[in-house]
């Protein structure tokens, strides 16, 4: 069974790490769209993926968040990683395996998963 | 939409770019009845927006001139044989209720509430949700206000606190009961 006592095991695991999570400017973001539009063509499994993959990495340095509609409908699920000092990623139709690539390649290995992009989507 | 539950997150995140604090999402099963309630101290709507919330092109996107989130949930109610309302007061909130007739053919599963409610927490740190679906057997709560105590200064959506949630949720439908559906990707 769960219980509220958990809560205060993961607190006093990730204490220390707390202040690196929330609001550090050299860490990595990952926006997921969470419109109507986005929320449609499956966003929220794509978000769950994030914050599992995010937990599992153990890297505290990356926060997974949302935003509304970019006006890009037709390519949601689109996510958007944005790391300081690069130019911001725009992923577009992901899934959540294609987010598990993402994650692996691009958030832990610093090399953008190209064929995921608006850039080699956009007709 | 293939699930209520992501029609519940839809309408929901209308309440957390309403600037509310505290936000409410209860389910109450009288079968063949769901009725399901939003609630949220946002900054609600003037009588006039409200007469056209319903309508597919009336919208607060900038970026197009059409909404579908209300239209939807209203449409899906509607086509069950259920009902839908919203009532809102400027500065005060917004309820909407809409009741399905989960025994309708139109009806849609629930689907996966347990990542519904996470991926709202997920939404910010700050502000609290209520969620409580009663079922004829038993009740299933979470308070964030409740788990504040236990994190102290811990973010409520850091990404351990957020599993935590979803899987508390998991373990409250329970592995064997047939309702519970695993989220349908595509």
Same mark, same amino acid.
């Given at each position: 069974?769960?219980?509220?006592?958990?809560?205060?095991?993961?607190?006093?695991?990730?204490?220390?790490?707390?202040?690196?999570?929330?609001?550090?400017?050299?860490?990595?973001?990952?926006?997921?769209?969470?419109?109507?539009?986005?929320?449609?063509?499956?966003?929220?499994?794509?978000?769950?993926?994030? +914050?599992?993959?995010?937990?599992?990495? &153990?890297?505290?340095? %990356? !926060?997974?968040?949302?935003? *509304?509609?970019?006006?890009?409908?037709?390519?949601?699920?689109?996510?958007?990683?944005?790391?300081?000092?690069?130019?911001?990623?725009?992923?577009?139709?992901?899934?959540?395996?294609?987010?598990?690539? +993402?994650?692996?390649?691009?958030?832990? &290995?610093?090399?953008? %998963? !190209?064929?995921?992009?608006? *850039?080699?989507?956009?007709? | 939409?293939?699930?209520?539950?992501?029609?519940?997150?839809?309408?929901?995140?209308?309440?957390?770019?309403?600037?509310?604090?505290?936000?409410?999402?209860?389910?109450?099963?009288?079968?063949?009845?769901?009725?399901?309630?939003?609630?949220?101290?946002?900054?609600?709507?003037?009588?006039?927006?409200?007469?056209?919330?319903?309508?597919?092109?009336?919208?607060?996107?900038?970026?197009?001139?059409?909404?579908?989130?209300?239209?939807?949930?209203?449409?899906?109610?509607?086509?069950?044989?259920?009902?839908?309302?919203?009532?809102?007061?400027?500065?005060?909130?917004?309820?909407?209720?809409?009741?399905?007739?989960?025994?309708?053919?139109?009806?849609?599963?629930?689907?996966?509430?347990?990542?519904?409610?996470?991926?709202?927490?997920?939404?910010?740190?700050?502000?609290?949700?209520?969620?409580?679906?009663?079922?004829?057997?038993?009740?299933?709560?979470?308070?964030?206000?409740?788990?504040?105590?236990?994190?102290?200064?811990?973010?409520?959506?850091?990404?351990?606190?957020?599993?935590?949630?979803?899987?508390?949720?998991?373990?409250?439908?329970?592995?064997?009961?047939?309702?519970?559906?695993?989220?349908?990707?595509?």
């Amino acid at each position: 069974m769960k219980s509220l006592a958990e809560l205060s095991a993961i607190r006093d695991r990730m204490k220390g790490q707390v202040g690196s999570r929330s609001h550090d400017l050299t860490g990595t973001k990952i926006v997921v769209g969470m419109a109507t539009c986005g929320i449609a063509a499956g966003a929220r499994p794509v978000l769950n993926a994030f +914050v599992e993959l995010t937990a599992a990495s &153990g890297k505290t340095d %990356v !926060t997974v968040s949302q935003t *509304g509609c970019i006006g890009i409908c037709q390519y949601e699920p689109v996510v958007e990683v944005l790391e300081p000092g690069k130019e911001k990623v725009t992923y577009v139709k992901m899934t959540a395996d294609k987010a598990k690539r +993402v994650f692996d390649e691009h958030i832990v &290995g610093g090399k953008v %998963v !190209t064929e995921y992009t608006i *850039g080699s989507n956009a007709k | 939409m293939r699930q209520l539950s992501e029609n519940i997150l839809d309408i929901t995140m209308n309440s957390v770019r309403a600037g509310a604090s505290l936000i409410s999402v209860i389910l109450t099963e009288d079968p063949p009845m769901l009725t399901i309630t939003i609630a949220d101290n946002g900054c609600g709507m003037t009588a006039e927006f409200l007469e056209k919330v319903v309508d597919p092109f009336c919208t607060t996107r900038t970026t197009r001139k059409v909404g579908l989130g209300i239209p939807f949930f209203k449409m899906e109610a509607e086509q069950t044989g259920g009902s839908f309302s919203i009532e809102s007061t400027p500065n005060v909130g917004t309820t909407v209720t809409a009741s399905f007739d989960q025994s309708s053919i139109d009806a849609l599963p629930l689907g996966d509430m347990p990542e519904t409610v996470m991926t709202l927490i997920s939404s910010g740190p700050d502000r609290d949700f209520l969620f409580l679906h009663a079922r004829p057997q038993e009740e299933i709560r979470l308070d964030t206000r409740e788990l504040r105590g236990q994190l102290g200064d811990l973010p409520l959506d850091t990404p351990e606190v957020l599993l935590w949630v979803r899987d508390y949720l998991r373990e409250q439908y329970g592995e064997n009961d047939p309702d519970r559906s695993v989220p349908n990707q595509s």
